[in-house]
């Protein structure tokens, strides 16, 4: 039988979909576009086209499935669009999976602090799309990763556009809030890891790397992994609100956005052995793992910043 992965083309769609294929997995993507499957370097089994906000197309791509692995979810936009993709897109997922008859087991990809605290919106809605996997009878793993990096991430990125482009580094307000970044790839591995007969049960998960860090201990692996010497700036939390509601307006491609800034300052950890205990290896550390950022040119970063891509 056949699984399918939605958000095939994102930044973990492309490393589940390449471990699947490795692991000998017939594979269906659903991508937005024509055209979008060839960042796959290696052709998956079957393509069909469409979103998670078209029942009939999400319907189609559920025929004769075994397996689904839901990985689309949006932090940018507002609150409708994290009801429309985060909660209402996994229900109309959940629905074709069920209708199809086929699917014995339900994987979805959530985030570390999902939780029904209403002002936390992107959160709250990440929160609401498990309740939909949750209820729907199926069998499911739901995996939570903390901050995810690799190349063409959103985190490690914007801290080195900040480090590259600036003379000193703004960090949004204390900076201790502590993270525990995980690689894409191992966030992949432990999603592949839930296909088949890996698992017993229904699970329940938060993931995260060896290391919780401090958002300044971020900054400082990052500047080191540049090459860069900079003093770092402790910016009050509150300053930020109004610019970024502005750059959000104004800016194709914001680097940072209101849910981003919410989420900034929590804390955004899993158990300290959490991939070991429940996948069985230990994920890669953050430091000596982010050499894709030695790539961002001056001119890059300074586009970035600016919210033009």
């Known amino acids: 039988m056949t699984v399918l992965v939605t958000g095939a083309t994102g930044l973990v769609g492309r490393q589940v979909v390449q471990r699947l294929l490795d692991t000998d997995h017939e594979v269906r993507v659903m991508v937005r576009r024509p055209g979008s499957e060839s960042v796959f370097?290696?052709?998956?089994?079957?393509?069909?086209?469409?979103?998670?906000?078209?029942?009939?197309a999400i319907a189609e791509a559920c025929r004769d499935i075994s397996e689904v692995i839901h990985l689309v979810a949006v932090i940018r936009g507002g609150p409708r669009q994290f009801d429309a993709i985060n909660r209402q897109g996994a229900a109309n997922v959940v629905a074709a999976a069920k209708a199809a008859g086929s699917v014995r087991r339900f994987i979805h990809l959530s985030a570390v602090g999902?939780?029904?605290?209403?002002?936390?919106?992107?959160?709250?809605?990440?929160?609401?799309?498990?309740q939909e996997v949750v209820n729907s009878g199926l069998p499911y793993a739901i995996i939570r990763p903390s901050l995810i990096f690799g190349p063409h991430d959103e985190f490690t990125t914007a801290v080195a556009a900040l480090i590259r482009s600036l003379p000193v580094t703004p960090v949004i307000g204390s900076g201790n809030n502590r993270l525990q970044p995980i690689h894409v790839d191992d966030v992949a591995r432990c999603v592949v890891a839930s296909v088949g007969g890996n698992l017993r049960g229904n699970l329940a998960v938060d993931i995260g790397?060896?290391?919780?860090?401090?958002?300044?201990?971020?900054?400082?692996?990052?500047?080191?992994?540049?090459?860069?010497?900079?003093?770092?700036?402790?910016?009050?939390?509150?300053?930020?609100?109004?610019?970024?509601?502005?750059?959000?307006l104004l800016t194709p491609h914001p680097p940072i956005n209101r849910a981003m800034l919410q989420l900034i300052t929590l804390r955004n950890v899993a158990q300290p052995h959490s991939v070991e205990d429940a996948f069985g290896?230990?994920?890669?550390?953050?430091?000596?793992?982010?050499?894709?950022?030695?790539?961002?040119?001056?001119g890059q970063a300074l586009r970035f910043n600016l919210g033009l891509g």
């Open 41 to 56: 370097p290696t052709p998956p089994t079957d393509v069909c086209y469409g979103d998670v906000g078209n029942p009939d």
């Open 114 to 130: 999902a939780a029904n605290v209403p002002r936390l919106r992107y959160l709250h809605s990440k929160w609401l799309g498990e």
């Open 209 to 248: 790397g060896p290391d919780q860090l401090s958002y300044n201990e971020i900054v400082r692996i990052v500047a080191d992994t540049l090459g860069c010497r900079r003093l770092r700036l402790n910016v009050p939390v509150w300053t930020f609100g109004l610019p970024v509601a502005l750059m959000e």
């Open 281 to 298: 290896f230990r994920p890669r550390p953050i430091a000596g793992n982010i050499d894709h950022v030695k790539a961002m040119t001056f």
